[in-house]
């Protein structure tokens, strides 16, 4: 079911670029021109409340320099004395869940394709292993963490789930898709309303007061090709999930079994790119997600950029597009800040900052 349209001025979306540093510019990385000015879709004429992070775009805009959230935070916390080295798996062993302790910041838990869901330390010291394969052949693939209730959740690449509880102790462990389990997110305000997704093609949605078995699901959603992801609002009234292929779905708690809307948008699949995952603004009904041009997709340009898209949760319309060229790489993970205002965008090697407060210094 497609977005229903509203009556609204349509304008050309807006693409917000980062100086790029001519000194630093090598020939193997210079980009044909016409990249840069390359901004397909458009957008409504509604604007945003005035602290949003795209409030007031008219044009494009100009960004100073991306850095390391995560170095900068520490240089903040602890100087530029030290830099902590995490304990390094080695090849095959990536993460591929990671959650800060609620009630440690000093600790994560973390899950990984070496076989195991652990809480560490930054460090490297191993606090707790919540759950191991004991075996190459099954890994773990997604992991979320709930403070309230004080539960731990974790999925496999065959089709497990595990519900543990902080103390370590496993309530359940059961087969709840046919295929690997991309995604685990709790609600954040009914903690025992848990969403799961796969690459079997499916969203399933679980009240964990009444999990007995693979069929005692609340609502199975079926896609048309493997989920990399599926996100509950923060408000935790709506359901964000993001195919391998081209369409990210907005699902409301009204009517879990049908989709409010479908949004068009290239993100496929590639086994060594980070899967790409739509995410939510904290606090404006956005979404974020970034782009990987296909040249399938029905709309797509010739030098199309790798942008971060932004849309209306709403409507499903482009408000602006993202874009850095100086990393113009694709960006698979972006992630707010609790206040809504920084956006972390991770591709390859590098994390970009989106500030709203640096970009109004540079007007």
Known sequence: MAPKKRPETQKTSEIVLRPRNMRSRSPRELEPEAKKLCAKGSGPSRRCDSDCLWAGLAGPQILPPCRSIVRTLHQHKLGRASWPSVQQIGAGGSITGLKFN?????????????????????????????????????????????????????????????LLNMDGKELWNLRMHKKKVTHVALNPCCDWFLATASVDQTVKIWDLRQVRGKASFLYSLPHRHPVNAACFSPDGARLLTTDQKSEIRVYSASQWDCPLGLIPHPHRHFQHLTPIKAAWHPRYNLIVVGRYPDPNFKSCTP???????????????????????????????????????????????????????????RK
């Open 102 to 162: 609620p009630l440690n910041t000093n600790q994560f838990y973390a899950s990984s394709m070496e076989g195991t869901t652990r809480l560490q330390d930054f460090k490297g010291n191993i606090l707790r292993v919540f759950a191991s394969s004991d075996t190459i052949n099954i890994w773990f693939c997604s992991l979320d963490v709930s403070a309230s209730s004080r539960m731990v959740v974790t999925g496999d690449n065959v089709g497990n789930v595990i």
């Open 303 to 361: 030098y199309e950029l790798r942008t971060i898209d932004v849309f209306d949760g709403n409507s499903g319309k482009m408000m602006c597009q993202l874009y850095d060229p100086e990393s113009s790489g694709i960006s698979s993970l972006n992630e707010f800040n609790p206040m809504g205002d920084t956006l972390a965008s991770a591709m390859g090697y590098h994390v970009l900052i989106w500030s709203q407060e640096e970009a109004r210094t």
